[in-house]
């Protein structure tokens, strides 16, 4: 089957690092996205990995390692607007896209 | 704003009815898909759609129909509801067909009573 496993729930300090781990299983593989999505609101685009190695945009940054079928999401100098649920995305064979359960960080003062 | 839209934004209907959820894209994405997200869960892909043709099909049944149409618009047509359909569904555009980046509309909540 496929599947995407990352932590439920995180929880970190204002101005803190925190670190989202993805590992996926699936048939197919094309690319590794991020996605954030704030309570009541739509999912949106963070990052993209095809390759191997740290895609870094702004306080995000995201890594893949494709061997080990694995990726992260860090985000750097957190902010309380950051609280929210981070999904991974892969987009696999056939034009499909799975996410993950999703992540869900609460910022603390 | 990702300039994708969705209409209606919430929706109540009896099982066994038949509802049309509508989406419009940005100009020049020829790629949509569509997404069922159940509450606290991730989004889970149903169809895609590129250039007015379904290329791509998740683990849903038959009675979950879509259309593509030239101006960018897409409709996700559910038929025979029942309460586990009960969800926020999203339509996504993106520019190039199985595209990574995908820009998601608000979303409508349906609920199936």
């Known amino acids: 089957g496929q599947s995407l496993e990352q932590p439920s729930e995180v929880t970190a300090v204002e101005g803190a690092i925190v670190q989202i781990n993805c590992t996926y299983q699936?048939?197919?593989?094309?690319?590794l996205s991020w996605y954030q999505q704030h309570d009541g609101g739509a999912p949106t685009f963070l990052s993209y990995n095809a390759l191997d190695g740290l895609e870094e945009t702004g306080r995000f940054s995201s890594f893949l390692s494709r061997s080990d079928s694995y990726g992260y999401l860090l985000l750097q100098e957190l902010q309380m607007k950051d609280s929210a649920s981070y999904f991974c995305?892969?987009?696999?064979?056939?034009?499909?896209?799975?996410f993950g359960a999703g992540t869900r960080l609460f910022v603390k003062a | 704003e990702t300039g994708v839209t969705q209409s209606p934004t919430h929706l109540i209907k009896t099982r066994g009815q038949q509802v049309t959820l509508r989406c419009s894209s940005q100009s020049g994405h020829n790629t949509v898909s569509w997404y069922q997200q159940a509450l606290g869960q991730g989004p889970q892909f149903i169809f895609q759609?590129?250039?007015?043709?379904?290329?791509g099909r998740g683990n849903f049944p038959p009675r979950f129909s879509g259309l593509q149409f030239p101006n960018y618009s897409s409709e996700l047509n559910v038929n025979a509801l029942e309460l586990d359909d009960s969800a926020l569904y999203l339509c996504a555009s993106n520019s190039e067909r199985g595209g990574d980046e995908q820009y998601f509309g608000p979303g409508t909540r349906l609920t199936v009573t």
């Open positions: 699936t048939s197919g593989f094309y690319g």
């Open positions: 995305a892969v987009r696999g064979g056939g034009f499909k896209t799975i």
């Open positions: 759609y590129y250039r007015e043709e379904e290329n």
